[in-house]
Structure formats: structure tokens, C-alpha cells
């Protein structure tokens, strides 16, 4: 905290600063993302991320300025940062840019310097990812498989529960008892990303399945509702491990998201709207969403040309002299065939009366 305090009384004007001057920076960002009210999640996120920077400027001999964090951002791309185990994706680099640039404008608004280092580093292009969904065969095998593992309808409804609501993974791990409506077929997230609380919608599935799990491990509305053998709460590391064992047993990649990705793709699939989706899903905005109509594209657009055929084949309106009334031929045979004299000829003929 003293260091922190001569950081706070004395500015440094310059555009490079050495790596003492970051780590009382990043503490001080840090502190005060805690006091506005960050998630532990948002703040363990964001320390893990300067700790690379720090952790990379140190192994270069690097000074914190606006090319070395260029170079770092480099690194991360090309996957030759330490820890990375491959180049990062599109939406991973997006990421770190925006979280480095709220850092930077940060110290310039705490006049810790007076440059904003990320100013001059334009945002990566984002091609978004590609979102690679479980196939409905893929989804029945490691459904399948969750019933053969030793905590198996734990396991199940897990499954189910991610698949049918699309939930994420850490909304999942801090579900209690009390956020669970099976009679009504829902489910609160109280704490979903961002602090932002919603309801989601559960399928007949998972409350079947989440009754299976629960009559035999009955607990206190205040407790978990997914603990391990231990009656620990389950994590989201022991969630990924589950993962893991789901992905050995059946030979399909496994993680938790990729069940939201499946949810998402399904939902439109089926017919739901892309606010439907984005409210399901916990979205604050539709650019998410768009990803999963775009992935589900061929469906839609599909869908779109049916459409766009019965509208095109819609017969013209009939002037005053096709019209029938109940004193010309044709009024009782509107829904038969057109050799009866009825008033529906031409490419409406093909349609049903309900089209026509």
C-alpha cells in the first residue's frame, strides 16, 4: 500500500514505465475494480492477464510502452508467449486488447501518467470463431456415457442441464437448491456474467433428471445443487474433468461451453427468434447471438426460401369478374377442384385453401 500511495502523489509523464511502476499500477486497478464492484471471476481474470504481461516484459527486459505492448499482443497471437499452447483465437485476442485498454485508460483517468499506451493499438480483427456444435448423435452417446460413470445421474442431469438451458458453465457451479422451480420448469441464475441475474426456461429432461439426482441426495434450500463425492460444491475445474472423462470414453471433444454453443444452434434450429435465444442465453446484446444464426444459416436460410416460394405463389388478387358470391357458380366450390367452376385457377391452384 505505500508504494501504491507514492504512485497515487506523483504522476509519471513519460511513455515508458518500468515494471515497478505496473505491478503498484495493476494492484491499483485492481483495488479499485473491487470497490465498483468486479466479480472475484473478472478480477482473477484480470490479474492472471497483467501477470503475463509483467511475466513476458520481464523475460524480454521490456519496459511497459505502447510497442512492447504490441509485442506482447504479437506473442499471444502467434502462440510464442510462455504460456501460451497455441495462438490465441480472435476472441481471446479481442479480449486481452480490451482488457489492456481498459487498463491504460485507467491510469490516464487516475493520472498515474498523462499517455494512454493503448491509444495508438487499433483492435484486432475480429473474425469471429468458428462455433463447432454437438451433433444430435454426438449428444445421445455422451448422454449415454454420463449414465455409466460413478456419479451417473449427477452426471446426467448435468447434461441435460447445460444442453437444454445453455447455461455456462460457472452459472452452473453456483446453483443452489432454491434457484431450482422444477414444478414451473425453471431456473435462476442468480449471478450470471457481469452480476446480471435472469430466469431460463428447463425442458421436461432435465427436471426429470435433476429429480432423479436430487430424491436421493435431499439438501437445504441454501446448499448446492451439484456437489462432489466429498459433499464439496462442485467447481468448475472439477466440471472440466468430468469433461475430460466424458471425452475418453467416447472419442467426441468435449467442454462445457460447447453444450451452450449446441443449445443456442439447436433453439433456432427449432424455431425460436434470436431474442428468444439472446434472452435464454443471458446475452446483453445480439452480436453473440448473431454468431449462433449465422452458424445455423443453412437451416434459416433454407426456411427463408420456402417462404419466399409461397409468397411468390400466391395468386394475383381476382378482379370484379372472378370474384364468387353465392349467386355465382363457384361459391360452394372454392375448395375443389377449378374444373368445378370454382374462382381459384392458375399457380394458385397448386396451394392449400388455407395459403389460397
Known sequence: ????????????????????????????????????????????????????????LDSHSFTLSTQSLRMFLLALKQGTERRCRGPLKPGSMDHVHRLLRAFCSWTVKEELTDVDLMKKIPPPINRDDRVEPFTEAEVLRLLDAAKRTRNGKRDLAILWLLFDTGIRASELCSLRIRDLDLEAGKLLVACGKGGRSRVAPMGNRPRKALWDYLKTNPRSAAEYVFETSRGEPLSRNALRLLMDRLERMTGIRCYAHKFRHTCAVSKLRNGASAFEVQETLGHTTLRMTMRYVNLAGSDLIEAHRRSSRALLQRPARPGPDRLATPSRPGFQARRGSPRQGGAVSGRGACLPARAR
Not at 509523464?13 to 494492484?27: C, E, G, I, Y
Request: hydrophobic share 45%; aromatic share 10%; no cysteine.
Open 1 to 56: 500500500m505505500d508504494n501504491l500511495n507514492s504512485l497515487l502523489q506523483k504522476s509519471a509523464p513519460t511513455d515508458a514505465f518500468s515494471l515497478a511502476w505496473l505491478k503498484d499500477a495493476v494492484n491499483g486497478w485492481l483495488i479499485a475494480g473491487a470497490v465498483e464492484g468486479w466479480s472475484e471471476r473478472t478480477r482473477s481474470d484480470r490479474r492472471m492477464w497483467m501477470d503475463r504481461l509483467t511475466d513476458f
